[in-house]
């Protein structure tokens, strides 16, 4: 086996397993307990309620990811109206 092809295997094997690393952290279950959930609902509230009731659900750090990303979206898009 020449040295370009085993390099190319490895490769493919460590991307391989990142991954599969990275697709397990963000399909980990919500660690937190109930009262954690209230304790950081209660800290959003300031942020809305909708933004609140969503610390009460069991997400995963995925959907908490692409909750962020719409949140900061629509605060963009929030401030670009106001001026």
Do not use: C
Request: proline letters at 1%; glycine letters at 10%.
């Amino acid at each position: 086996m020449s040295q370009n092809t085993a390099r190319t295997i490895l490769i493919v094997i460590v991307i391989g397993i990142l991954a599969f690393a990275g697709y397990r952290v963000l399909n980990m279950k919500d660690q937190r307990t109930a009262g954690e959930r209230v304790s950081d609902a209660v800290g959003a509230i300031s942020d809305g309620v909708d933004k609140a009731e969503r610390q009460l659900e069991n997400r995963t750090p995925g959907e908490k990811v692409g909750d962020a990303v719409k949140d900061v979206g629509d605060d963009i898009k929030d401030q670009s109206r106001a001026q």
